[in-house]
């Protein structure tokens, strides 16, 4: 019987989960297929509770169900529990759901693909406090790498702070971003400004690295300033992939390829730029 994978998110219809997971289906010859669920907020509990009756093997969960996945767990890896959002579900046996967050290694999966070290002296600014930079400072501080975190809203970034990084981590506003950040190795812009037209404004650098964990037309403008101020710039397709690729290690035991989907999704978004 083929089994049933795929993502829950609501807008879903672009995700390009399907096309990265269904590659690595075929090229392992496995029976099973990967498909995009779109779930609106209300409809996650019910839409989770007919899917474990199926003969599944796990779901990704993303916007804006990855606080609900770690409500509906059972039970919750240590980088899941840490973060305080799922976006890997695996069915267990008794038909309870095993939640697990690979954003977390795959930022970092998708670092070692760049070729960017971080070490514990690198000086890094995460712009951001939302599940994502929570992602981000876990990898961080499991590398014992001390980001600096800027945030519109001043008490999350404390937050975040103090939840995952004992209070080390230094937090600020997000306006200090123009400041501070030409004094940082690599810069990790986790706020997606794109969807509403606008983007950070950096100081010129001669040397830097900036990662923004979007891709396509959500991050052009974002890329294009720090681009055009001397920055290294990196956009979020390697940590969608290293992300996909820790979710389907998890569920099949299996570390698939990432060079060959992420080309792939590459020409894809630069297709449809
Ligand atoms: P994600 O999972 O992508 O991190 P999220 O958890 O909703 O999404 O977090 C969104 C992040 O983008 C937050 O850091 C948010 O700042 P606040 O904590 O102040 O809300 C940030 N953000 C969203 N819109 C923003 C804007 N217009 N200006 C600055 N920051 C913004």
Same mark, same amino acid.
């Given at each position: 019987?083929?089994?049933?994978?795929?993502?829950?998110?609501?807008?879903?219809?672009?995700?390009?989960?399907?096309?990265? /997971? %269904?590659?690595?289906?075929?090229?392992?010859? $496995?029976?099973?297929?990967?498909?995009?669920?779109?779930?609106?907020?209300?409809?996650?509990? %019910?839409?989770?509770?007919?899917?474990?009756?199926?003969?599944? @093997? #796990?779901?990704?969960?993303?916007?804006?169900?990855?606080?609900? !996945?770690?409500?509906?767990?059972?039970?919750?890896?240590?980088?899941?529990?840490?973060?305080?959002? @799922?976006?890997?579900?695996? $069915?267990?046996?008794?038909?309870?759901? /095993?939640?697990?967050?690979?954003?977390?290694?795959?930022? $970092?999966?998708?670092?070692?693909?760049?070729?960017?070290?971080?070490?514990?002296?690198?000086?890094?600014?995460?712009? #951001?406090?939302?599940?994502?930079?929570?992602?981000?400072?876990?990898?961080?501080?499991?590398?014992? %790498?001390?980001?600096?975190?800027?945030?519109?809203?001043?008490?999350?970034?404390?937050?975040?702070?103090?939840? *995952?990084?004992?209070?080390?981590?230094?937090?600020?506003?997000?306006?200090?971003?123009?400041? $501070?950040?030409?004094?940082?190795?690599? @810069?990790?812009?986790? @706020?997606?400004?794109?969807?509403?037209?606008?983007?950070?404004?950096?100081?010129?650098?001669?040397?830097?690295?900036?990662?923004?964990?979007?891709?396509?037309? !959500?991050?052009?403008?974002?890329?294009?300033?720090?681009?055009?101020? #001397?920055?290294?710039?990196?956009?979020?397709?390697?940590? *969608?992939? #290293?992300?996909? !690729? /820790?979710?389907?290690?998890?569920?099949?035991?299996?570390?698939?390829?990432?060079?060959?989907? *992420? %080309?792939?999704?590459?020409?894809?978004?630069?297709?449809?730029?």
């Amino acid at each position: 019987m083929t089994k049933l994978l795929g993502v829950l998110g609501d807008p879903i219809a672009h995700s390009l989960s399907p096309l990265i /997971h %269904n590659h690595w289906i075929r090229e392992h010859g $496995l029976d099973a297929t990967y498909e995009a669920m779109q779930v609106k907020t209300g409809d996650f509990q %019910n839409a989770l509770s007919a899917l474990s009756q199926r003969d599944a @093997v #796990g779901f990704n969960v993303t916007l804006p169900h990855k606080l609900s !996945a770690f409500e509906a767990c059972s039970d919750v890896s240590d980088a899941a529990k840490a973060i305080g959002a @799922v976006n890997t579900l695996t $069915l267990q046996p008794d038909r309870s759901w /095993h939640g697990h967050n690979t954003d977390a290694s795959g930022f $970092l999966e998708a670092l070692s693909i760049q070729g960017i070290e971080i070490l514990p002296e690198t000086k890094t600014i995460v712009i #951001g406090a939302g599940g994502a930079a929570r992602a981000i400072v876990y990898a961080l501080s499991s590398i014992d %790498n001390l980001p600096l975190i800027l945030n519109r809203t001043e008490g999350k970034a404390r937050k975040l702070s103090i939840d *995952l990084t004992g209070g080390e981590s230094v937090y600020g506003s997000i306006d200090k971003v123009y400041g $501070l950040a030409a004094a940082a190795d690599v @810069v990790i812009n986790t @706020v997606s400004l794109g969807y509403e037209g606008k983007a950070l404004n950096l100081p010129t650098v001669s040397n830097g690295r900036f990662i923004d964990i979007s891709y396509g037309a !959500a991050a052009a403008q974002q890329i294009e300033i720090a681009a055009n101020s #001397g920055w290294q710039t990196y956009d979020g397709l390697p940590m *969608l992939v #290293g992300q996909a !690729a /820790h979710s389907f290690e998890r569920w099949f035991e299996i570390a698939p390829k990432t060079e060959d989907i *992420l %080309n792939r999704c590459r020409s894809l978004v630069e297709t449809l730029a």
